[in-house]
């Protein structure tokens, strides 16, 4: 979990420069956040891990039960459906997150 942030420096406008010092870096970060480009730590979508399937189903995995007849023995197997399925897309969240990339610390212990 929380492995989907950004690697490359200054993405995020309220990301810190290399030349950013002591204690006037986190608010020179929050003085850029309230910048011209008006961005936001909180994040309020994000993409669904859920898939529609041919019946309009919506699931995480699909499964379909199919008869193996092995030495005369009848067996049934799942198999995982792969094709035909339709990412959910964006969904919006019920609560605004954090991003990940947020500069701040906001707890400390």
């Known amino acids: 979990m929380g492995g989907s942030g950004s690697k490359a420096k200054g993405v995020w406008p309220f990301s810190g420069n290399a030349s950013d010092s002591g204690s006037e870096g986190n608010e ?5 956040l309230k910048g011209s480009r008006n961005a936001t730590p909180y ?20 499964y379909e039960e199919t ?11 799942l198999k995982r459906i792969q094709k ?7 969904v919006k969240l019920d609560h605004p997150c954090i991003h ?7 707890c400390e212990v």
């Open 43 to 62: 994040v309020f979508t994000r993409r669904s891990s859920l898939y529609y399937d041919e019946d309009g189903d919506l699931a995480h995995e699909f």
């Open 28 to 32: 020179q970060s929050l003085a850029r």
């Open 84 to 90: 035909n399925l339709i990412p959910q897309g964006i």
């Open 100 to 106: 990940v990339d947020f500069p701040i610390v906001l």
């Open 67 to 77: 008869v193996v007849t092995k030495n005369g023995r009848k067996r049934s197997k």
